[in-house]
């Protein structure tokens, strides 16, 4: 029982945690801005028009900047505007509002709300209140023990490989033991 207790709280430790943060708000469309009679240059610097003319691409809308009405109503949540992309058509908001991913989603020109979970883990900084710590330690035991587990199939098949054909073990496992080591 004391066991259950225990795994239903942690569960509920980690929701109150990933509820407070940064959210990837991406939007449907660009709004006014690209239904609007304006000429779509001026919304770009003469820089960006002579690269493309130079390179012979067209203005699209996803050149349009995002409607100011869009990020207007994210405010209105309790979000503060931390970045925003007009080629990817989101924003990067901050908030502490528990409720901030439904609210959003509500909204008629909102394509999807993805949680951005920084600073959970305390990237970067070796204490024993961070997470990272463990994960680091963790990952690199498993990698010592992937690559001592190599070593010893390495001496177990090694004569087996090297008779009747030489069909060089040592060179294949160190590409191994480079896989192993650099990718993981």
Request: glycine share 4%.
């Amino acid at each position: 029982m004391k066991i259950l207790f225990l795994l239903i709280s942690s569960f509920s430790w980690v929701n109150l945690t990933w509820s407070q943060g940064n959210y990837w708000v991406e939007f449907t469309d660009k709004g006014l801005n690209a239904s609007s009679s304006f000429a779509k240059e001026q919304f770009l610097s003469p820089n960006a028009l002579n690269r493309r003319l130079f390179f012979n691409l067209p203005i699209t809308n996803s050149d349009l900047p995002i409607d100011t009405n869009y990020i207007a109503a994210i405010y209105s949540l309790e979000a503060q505007l931390k970045y925003q992309s007009k080629w990817l058509n989101g924003i990067v908001v901050e908030t502490s509002n528990s409720n901030f991913k439904n609210l959003t989603l509500n909204l008629p020109f909102v394509k999807r709300v993805v949680f951005l979970p920084s600073g959970i883990y305390g990237e970067g900084k070796f204490s024993w209140s961070s997470a990272y710590t463990y994960t680091t330690f963790i990952l690199n035991v498993s990698v010592m023990y992937a690559l001592y587990c190599l070593v010893m199939l390495f001496h177990a098949v090694q004569s087996d490989l090297s008779s009747p054909i030489n069909w060089h073990p040592l060179g294949k496992f160190l590409c191994k033991y480079k896989e192993v080591f650099f990718l993981s």
